[in-house]
Every structure is written in C-alpha cells, then in structure tokens.
C-alpha cells in the first residue's frame, strides 16, 4: 500500500487521534497517570506492529516523542531518545 493510502485508512487516522491525545494528556498529567498512558501506549504500539506495520512505521517519530515525555513526567529530566 502506498503511503498516501495508509494516510487516508481509519485505521491511521484512528491512531493518529489517540497519539495527539497522548501528547496532550503527557503536557499536564503527573507520574501516577504517565505511568498508566505509558502502558497503554506500549500494547497499542505493539498490537500495531503486529497487526498494522506499515502504519507502525509512519509513526517512529511520534513513538519517540512520546517515549521523551513520559521519561521527563516520571524522571524531571529531559531525554532524546534517537
């Protein structure tokens, strides 16, 4: 499937919708719920390695935004993760 194909399905809008509100989630929430959106983030990441790869792929960038923000919720440090 070409990229633009991917980029239109439900499937990746879907997860484009629940990575946004991750994000959002990750800017005001304190460790106890970082925690909880960190584990909910690794199954649904996993399920869609698994299940949908080509749209895991579209999202490394937003895997590791969201990896640096749940490392400085629950450290206080900032993190680049490569």
Do not use: C
Not at 15 to 32: M, P, S
Request: net charge negative; no cysteine.
């Amino acid at each position: 499937m070409k990229i633009h194909e991917i980029m239109k399905s439900k499937e990746y809008k879907e997860a484009k919708d629940k990575i946004r509100d991750w994000k959002k989630q990750l800017d005001r929430e304190g460790e106890e719920e970082t925690l909880k959106i960190r584990e909910e983030q690794r199954k649904f990441f996993s399920e869609m390695k698994k299940n949908n790869p080509e749209i895991y792929e579209l999202f490394a960038v937003s895997r590791k935004e969201i990896g640096e923000k749940i490392y400085h919720n629950i450290t206080g440090e900032e993190a680049i993760i490569d």
